[in-house]
């Protein structure tokens, strides 16, 4: 339930993160009806496997502490707060019938990296979490127990979280230092060249980190592999492979 509720999370993140690779890989920053679409449908399908992440996390958490009956309790709770926050109360409210369509016009300079910003600061906090949790975990006594090789790998997967944070950082730190908080062709290039990079040592940092939980869980290094390069597959498709496609297409 421990690994159901990782892949779920995985994915949900995957989901979450692939709009603004679409918005800097596809539409170059500007904003499109397109764009707009493609956000709303995935941040809708990343809250399901959220939802269901979060009630198997919560019951392997409680149980361990309150038994079985304890732990289903907490899970059914935040399940259908969940559920009921994030799609019900959603159903309940209602949906424009009509929606005015996005006039195409080109995205001001200034709109475009505030977005841009914006991204960057979607994606740290993610990444500032994991590289917490990373440190607390070399502090257990279970990270003791690990074979040497999946202590290698889970300092690998640090550096490669950390390096996502440094580099997700960049461009505020370019925009204030660099140029002085003034928008310029400039900057959007540097900056959007950043927030295209730092996702892919984020990827392989999970996947690496993957690599270690399956290991610890199930105690089968192939099962750890195949987690993996599995997950490295789905994040590297969600945010490259799928974008640079419908790039092409456009082209």
Not at 167 to 194: K, N, Q, V, Y
């Amino acid at each position: 339930m421990s690994l159901a509720a990782l892949g779920l999370i995985v994915l949900s993140t995957g989901l979450l993160i692939a709009p603004s690779m679409q918005h800097r890989l596809v539409e170059t920053g500007q904003s499109t009806p397109r764009l707009i679409e493609m956000t709303n449908l995935l941040a809708s399908l990343a809250l399901l496997p959220l939802t269901i992440g979060l009630a198997f996390s919560a019951y392997v958490v409680t149980q361990r502490t309150f038994g079985p009956a304890w732990g289903a309790a907490f899970a059914s709770f935040f399940g259908c707060a969940a559920a009921f926050c994030w799609f019900g109360l959603e159903f309940i409210v209602g949906r424009r019938r009509e929606v005015e369509k996005m006039p195409s016009s080109p995205t001001p300079l200034k709109t475009r990296i505030e977005q841009l910003l914006t991204e960057a600061r979607l994606i740290i906090p993610g990444g500032q979490a994991l590289f917490g949790f990373q440190f607390v975990a070399m502090l257990t006594t279970g990270f003791d127990r690990l074979p040497e090789s999946a202590k290698i790998i889970h300092a690998a997967a640090l550096c490669l979280v950390g390096m996502n944070v440094i580099i997700m950082m960049t461009p505020a730190a370019l925009h204030r230092l660099s140029f002085g908080g003034e928008d310029s062709l400039r900057f959007l290039r540097l900056g959007s060249a950043f927030v295209i990079a730092g996702p892919a040592f984020l990827a392989a940092g999970i996947a690496a980190e993957t690599y270690v939980v399956f290991l610890k869980a199930l105690n089968s290094p192939p099962a750890a592999a195949a987690a993996s390069i599995g997950t490295l597959l789905a994040l590297g498709g969600f945010w490259y492979v799928w974008p640079l496609a419908l790039r092409s297409k456009q082209d």
